[in-house]
C-alpha cells in the first residue's frame, strides 16, 4: 500500500521531456515533483525563470523550485527521473545509482547493458528482475531503468502481442516521426516545414536492436534476445506530436488477417500493470478506419499513454502489414518512466514513505 507520496528529482527539467515529466506528475498520486536539476548555468536559480516552458500551464510550486546541479549530493530524492541527453547522461546517471539513487533514465546509454532492464511494464515487466543481477555485479545500491527509444516504444506495443501468440520472425520498419522527439529547440524550421529529413542520427540502430531485447526472454539473470530480424528507415516529419510506424511482419505459421486483428484488439498487457495510476485498461487500440491513425486526431488517445493501430492488412511479401501511432514525449519517454517507477513501487523494489 502506498502511504505517502514519494518526492522524486528530474533530471534535465528544462527539456522537452524535462517538462513532459514536470506536467504529467502534476497532482500525480504517488509522486511528488521535489527537486529540478539542470546544468551549472542555471544551477540555483528560479525553473520559472529559466525554462521555456511549451506544456500548458507551469504548477506554480515548480516554478518556485531551485534548480540544483546534476549532482547526487544535493538531492535528498531517493528517485531521480532521467531526461537528460545522451551526451552527458552516461555517467551522471552511475553517479546517482552509485549513491542509492533509482534512476529512470530516458537515454540511449544504458539501454543495452546487460544488467539494466529496458522495459515497457505491458509487456516485459519481468525483466526488472535484472536489477538484482545489477546490484550485486556494480556494487551499488540503487539502480537504473530504462525505457526504450520513442519509436521502438511504438513498434514494440504492436508487435508484442503478435510475437507472445504467433512468434514474429522478421519486420521491416518505415518511420515517420515528430519534431518534439529532437528536443528543444529541435529541427530548425526551413529543414523541417513542407519537408521530409530521411535521417535521425542513431535511430535505425535504437529500434532494430531495443526491440530484440524489449522482446526477449528473461532466462535466470540474463535476456536473450528476441530471434528475429529488424530492417528499420527512420524520417523525420512536420508534425509536433506523434511517433508513426509503418510496418510489414513475418509471423511463424502465417496467420490470417483476421486472428492478426483479433489478437492485437484482445490485448491487455500484463496483469501486474493494469492497476498502475498510469496504466490504461487499453494500452492498444485498433481502429478500422482506413485513414487512421493519424497524429492530429489519435495522438492524445489513452491521455497518450495508449499506442493506436491500423490498416490492419496482408502483405504481399510478408504476411501481414500495420500503422502503429503513439505520443513520442508521453508514450514513449516520460509517461513511459513513470509507470516504470509505478511498477517498482507496487511491487516493492522501491520502499514506499
Same mark, same amino acid.
Given at each position: 500500500?502506498?502511504?505517502?507520496?514519494?518526492?522524486?528529482?528530474?533530471?534535465?527539467?528544462?527539456?522537452?521531456?524535462?517538462?513532459?515529466?514536470?506536467?504529467?506528475?502534476?497532482?500525480?498520486?504517488?509522486?511528488?515533483?521535489?527537486?529540478?536539476?539542470?546544468?551549472?548555468?542555471?544551477?540555483?536559480?528560479?525553473?520559472?525563470?529559466?525554462?521555456?516552458?511549451?506544456?500548458?500551464?507551469?504548477?506554480?510550486?515548480?516554478?518556485?523550485?531551485?534548480?540544483?546541479?546534476?549532482?547526487?549530493?544535493?538531492?535528498?530524492?531517493?528517485?531521480?527521473?532521467?531526461?537528460?541527453?545522451?551526451?552527458?547522461?552516461?555517467?551522471?546517471?552511475?553517479?546517482?545509482?552509485?549513491?542509492?539513487?533509482?534512476?529512470?533514465?530516458?537515454?540511449?546509454?544504458?539501454?543495452?547493458?546487460?544488467?539494466?532492464?529496458?522495459?515497457?511494464?505491458?509487456?516485459?515487466?519481468?525483466?526488472?528482475?535484472?536489477?538484482?543481477?545489477?546490484?550485486?555485479?556494480?556494487?551499488?545500491?540503487?539502480?537504473?531503468?530504462?525505457?526504450?527509444?520513442?519509436?521502438?516504444?511504438?513498434?514494440?506495443?504492436?508487435?508484442?502481442?503478435?510475437?507472445?501468440?504467433?512468434?514474429?520472425?522478421?519486420?521491416?520498419?518505415?518511420?515517420?516521426?515528430?519534431?518534439?522527439?529532437?528536443?528543444?529547440?529541435?529541427?530548425?524550421?526551413?529543414?523541417?516545414?513542407?519537408?521530409?529529413?530521411?535521417?535521425?542520427?542513431?535511430?535505425?540502430?535504437?529500434?532494430?536492436?531495443?526491440?530484440?531485447?524489449?522482446?526477449?526472454?528473461?532466462?535466470?539473470?540474463?535476456?536473450?534476445?528476441?530471434?528475429?530480424?529488424?530492417?528499420?528507415?527512420?524520417?523525420?516529419?512536420?508534425?509536433?506530436?506523434?511517433?508513426?510506424?509503418?510496418?510489414?511482419?513475418?509471423?511463424? #505459421?502465417?496467420?490470417?488477417? *483476421?486472428?492478426?486483428? =483479433?489478437? $492485437?484488439?484482445?490485448? +491487455? /498487457? @500484463?496483469?501486474?500493470?493494469?492497476?498502475?495510476?498510469?496504466?490504461?485498461?487499453?494500452?492498444?487500440?485498433?481502429?478500422?478506419?482506413?485513414?487512421?491513425?493519424?497524429?492530429?486526431?489519435?495522438?492524445?488517445?489513452?491521455?497518450?499513454?495508449?499506442?493506436?493501430?491500423?490498416?490492419?492488412?496482408?502483405?504481399?511479401?510478408?504476411?501481414?502489414?500495420?500503422?502503429?501511432?503513439?505520443?513520442?514525449?508521453?508514450? #514513449?519517454?516520460?509517461?513511459? *518512466?513513470?509507470?516504470? =517507477?509505478? $511498477?517498482?513501487?507496487? +511491487? /516493492? @523494489?522501491?520502499?514506499?514513505?
Amino acid at each position: 500500500m502506498i502511504r505517502a507520496k514519494q518526492k522524486v528529482a528530474i533530471l534535465g527539467a528544462t527539456g522537452a521531456v524535462g517538462q513532459t515529466f514536470i506536467r504529467l506528475l502534476a497532482g500525480h498520486p504517488w509522486f511528488e515533483v521535489a527537486e529540478l536539476l539542470a546544468s551549472e548555468r542555471s544551477a540555483g536559480q528560479r525553473y520559472r525563470d529559466v525554462v521555456k516552458w511549451h506544456e500548458g500551464t507551469l504548477p506554480p510550486e515548480v516554478g518556485e523550485l531551485a534548480i540544483l546541479p546534476a549532482d547526487p549530493a544535493h538531492v535528498r530524492s531517493t528517485i531521480a527521473f532521467s531526461a537528460m541527453d545522451s551526451s552527458i547522461a552516461g555517467p551522471i546517471e552511475q553517479a546517482f545509482a552509485k549513491a542509492g539513487k533509482t534512476v529512470l533514465s530516458n537515454s540511449k546509454n544504458h539501454r543495452m547493458d546487460p544488467d539494466v532492464p529496458l522495459v515497457i511494464p505491458e509487456i516485459n515487466a519481468d525483466h526488472m528482475r535484472l536489477l538484482k543481477k545489477q546490484r550485486s555485479a556494480r556494487g551499488w545500491a540503487g539502480v537504473i531503468v530504462t525505457n526504450a527509444n520513442c519509436s521502438a516504444t511504438v513498434a514494440a506495443m504492436a508487435l508484442a502481442p503478435l510475437h507472445q501468440r504467433f512468434g514474429v520472425n522478421r519486420v521491416f520498419i518505415s518511420t515517420m516521426q515528430a519534431i518534439s522527439g529532437a528536443g528543444y529547440p529541435g529541427v530548425a524550421s526551413l529543414d523541417i516545414l513542407g519537408n521530409v529529413v530521411p535521417f535521425i542520427a542513431d535511430e535505425e540502430e535504437k529500434i532494430e536492436i531495443e526491440l530484440k531485447k524489449i522482446l526477449g526472454k528473461l532466462d535466470a539473470d540474463a535476456i536473450t534476445d528476441a530471434g528475429f530480424t529488424v530492417s528499420a528507415h527512420t524520417n523525420r516529419v512536420p508534425v509536433e506530436h506523434g511517433h508513426t510506424v509503418c510496418m510489414s511482419i513475418g509471423l511463424d #505459421g502465417s496467420p490470417d488477417v *483476421s486472428a492478426v486483428r =483479433a489478437t $492485437l484488439d484482445e490485448w +491487455t /498487457g @500484463a496483469a501486474e500493470v493494469r492497476d498502475l495510476p498510469g496504466a490504461k485498461h487499453r494500452p492498444l487500440v485498433v481502429r478500422d478506419e482506413p485513414d487512421r491513425p493519424q497524429p492530429r486526431r489519435d495522438v492524445d488517445t489513452g491521455d497518450g499513454m495508449t499506442v493506436v493501430v491500423g490498416r490492419v492488412r496482408e502483405d504481399a511479401i510478408l504476411d501481414v502489414r500495420l500503422v502503429a501511432m503513439g505520443h513520442n514525449t508521453v508514450r #514513449g519517454a516520460a509517461g513511459g *518512466s513513470i509507470l516504470n =517507477a509505478e $511498477l517498482l513501487l507496487s +511491487t /516493492g @523494489a522501491i520502499a514506499s514513505a
